[in-house]
């Protein structure tokens, strides 16, 4: 007959795990949800005549033209996040020789009632800059973060990021 204490350890281990798992969590405590999303997955040119000066790579999408290119960009809410509390951020990067200036649109808020906040920044030459509005609301649990922004010649969109916080803990 064999002697083992192997199947004891993994029963006790397994009743741990277990009531480990079962612990209430803190419903007071907030908690956030940050996302680091790549341009190319969710950009796309407002009208076809722009397709064809849009490259996009894993990485960025770049105005390869010789005029301004707009695009805009959904990017999805989190439907538990706190209204009011959000944070979103547009990175660009220029890949030309010339100083440019970039302006970029968020729109925040719902459908039935849309926010919109533009402004512009400076590109120096193979630089990059960021677009950053915090405090958002996006005044309904299904709200909208949605950025248009209108690149010069050689001037990339290498990052969108998003950051939600839930005072309940639900994110």
Sequence with gaps: MRNSTMPPVLAAACVLGLLAGLQPTDARAASQRARHIRPSGICEAPLPVYDAYLRKSPQAVTNTGDETVFVNCAMPADPVGDLGSAWVEVRIQSTVAANTSVTCTLVTGSADAPV?????????????????????????????FAVMCALPPGVQLTGLYAKESDSAGGI
């Design 116 to 144: 919109y906040d533009a402004f512009s920044r400076p590109l120096a030459p193979y630089g990059n800059n960021w677009f950053t509005w915090a405090g958002l609301d996006k005044l309904s649990i299904d709200g909208l």
